[in-house]
């Protein structure tokens, strides 16, 4: 099965917004109307969109999840949503379940505490954000190294849907991913991993399209950019299987 598209929506403020390696200060604003740009992702053929909540990753305050809420209600019955950002207790998960939403992403709350990600996996399914700076996971709205490293933590979560793999030093700068570095994590796990940070060309889609174990492709400044769309990316995946 070929690896799939995750288009992404960060949230700040309920604005579509973008950062440069987790920096609050160097934002990108993209859009007022986060549902709009969910809807035409899944126009274009996206079967997942992947939203991030900036303002709950760095507060924990919840403040854009009727934003959540209202994408998952608008793509229901034509795609999934996977959402992340603040979701550190199991009750933050039921209510993102609640509002629709197909999948959590936990990553400073699985990080310090492991055991909640089979506690909160009773009620729907979760990956766990595993963002890291060279090799360091980093912990809550990536301001903090956690001491953790990224392949000890491979092992902690066997009830986990997907590992996030997030290389920060790459996130929003067009440079291009990790792509060995996302193989050797993938060949460490039998959990599927979702690759993040770095995607600036179709041509980096189809290489980690082409890494076993990779199940998916986040991608967000490069189609905000217009470097590609989202019906590009979902051909370039579909092709990569049949290569």
């Not at 740009?37 to 999840?65: K, T």
């Not at 849907?161 to 929003?172: K, L, M, N, S, Y």
Request: aromatic share 6%; glycine share 14%.
């Amino acid at each position: 099965m070929s690896a799939l598209l995750y288009p992404a929506i960060d949230l700040r403020g309920g604005r579509v917004v973008r950062l440069l390696q987790g920096d609050y200060d160097r934002e990108t604003h993209y859009g007022d109307d986060p549902v709009a740009v969910a809807a035409s992702f899944v126009e274009q053929g996206a079967r997942w969109v992947h939203v991030v909540d900036l303002d709950a990753a760095r507060s924990g305050s919840p403040e854009n999840r009727h934003v959540v809420a209202a994408i998952a209600r608008a793509v229901s019955g034509a795609a999934w949503v996977q959402t992340g950002g603040g979701v550190r207790t199991v009750a933050d998960a039921e209510v993102l379940a609640e509002a629709g939403v197909a999948r959590v992403v936990m990553g400073s709350a699985a990080v310090r505490e492991p055991a909640l990600v089979e506690e909160a996996s009773r009620c729907v399914p979760v990956a766990v954000g595993l963002d890291h700076r060279g090799g360091e996971l980093s912990v809550h709205g990536w301001t903090e190294g956690s001491g953790v490293e990224l392949f000890d933590a491979l092992g902690w979560f066997p009830t986990a849907a997907a590992f996030v793999i997030t290389d920060i030093g790459r996130d929003g700068m067009l440079q291009g991913p990790d792509v060995e570095g996302l193989r050797a994590a993938a060949a460490a796990t039998a959990v599927p991993v979702i690759a993040s940070g770095g995607v600036a060309t179709l041509d980096d889609v189809v290489a980690l399209g082409r890494v076993p174990g990779i199940a998916g492709v986040i991608t967000g400044k490069a189609i905000y950019e217009g470097r590609f769309t989202v019906a590009d990316g979902v051909a370039a995946l579909r092709g990569s299987a049949d290569a």
